[in-house]
């Protein structure tokens, strides 16, 4: 099965710029079309067409940013209009299409999906120091001692610290999983940790030893800089609201970076941030379920769409494991971390979906 999901990803990659269709594929496969698509949604929890569609609009971001003419790039996608395109382009980015041709600003990643011959999705290597010298290179300043660095968890945090990569900069993780449980409007305030605690199924003193406790030099210290280590997923992107939320509550005034990257690609986007609004869409996301009514990343973006997808009980996730529960939890639970890359759950996340449904 593995090879022929395969196979239909190589099809379909080849044909992205021409216009689709499932009878094709089927040709080529040798099914019918209903077992082409049947298959390739039960296995990737995706469909065709949705593939297609998050696939050329994220290659497009390419073309935008060599400056190309946006409407040949529509053309060249099979759109039938610059304003289809550009349409379709903010529907997913919350921006439109010359918006982020003159900022370039960071959206998720959708890759190919890719399987080796074990049925093991494959990985891109980071390569982290050449990275961190090209930041050094463009932002010395954000090098120097009086900048915090907040990493997204304590593995990073512990990568980071003890092999300097930041050099003599302050580091703090921050240990949290905002994208699950409720929470409350006054960041990291006594009610909070009561709430979050709770949420966790932890005590109040292992939550402040675990989340707040590390993070005493953002409470304690003043930073003429703050740099934000968050990937793209929703997990990620979730937490750095939270940040640069109580960044607001605190009245920090000094000058945020975010440096977004894939987990799975060490290539880092770094924007400089401009606080003033991130409390409010906060409120609006975590606590009221609602669509932000600022304007925000498009990776943040497209974060918080997934996050209020996820939120739905028959979402993406509950329903591509309904269908394949069957699978042992280990299997399965390989299958969620590749396949919802972008919503970026760990495994403590997963494990309660799928055990709640088998």
Known sequence: MDEQIQLMIEWIEGNLKNQFSLNKLANF???SPYYCSFKFHQVTGISI???????????????????RRIVDIAFEYDYSSQEAYSRAFKAVFGINPKEYQLNKMPVQSIVKLTMNKDGKWCEMHSNQTTEIERLQNTNKELFERDVLNILNGQMMYEEFKNNRLMEDCDYAPFNEAMCVNATTPQVFSKAFINERADGHHNSVENYIQKVIAPLDN???KEY?????????????????LTILSYLEQSGYKGKVFLNSFREDEFKVNQTELQLGHYNAVYKEVMINHNKPSNDVLPVMYQAINIYLDMLNEDNAVVKFITKNKDLPTAELLKQCFVLFSTVGYGDLQYLQLINKIK
């Open 49 to 67: 067409r949705r593939y297609i569609h998050l696939r050329r609009l994220y290659l497009s971001t390419e073309d935008l940013a060599m400056n």
């Open 224 to 240: 003429k800089y703050i740099v934000l280590w968050f990937g793209e997923d929703m997990f990620c992107q979730m937490n750095l």
């Open 29 to 31: 496969m040798g099914y």
């Open 218 to 220: 953002l409470f304690n």
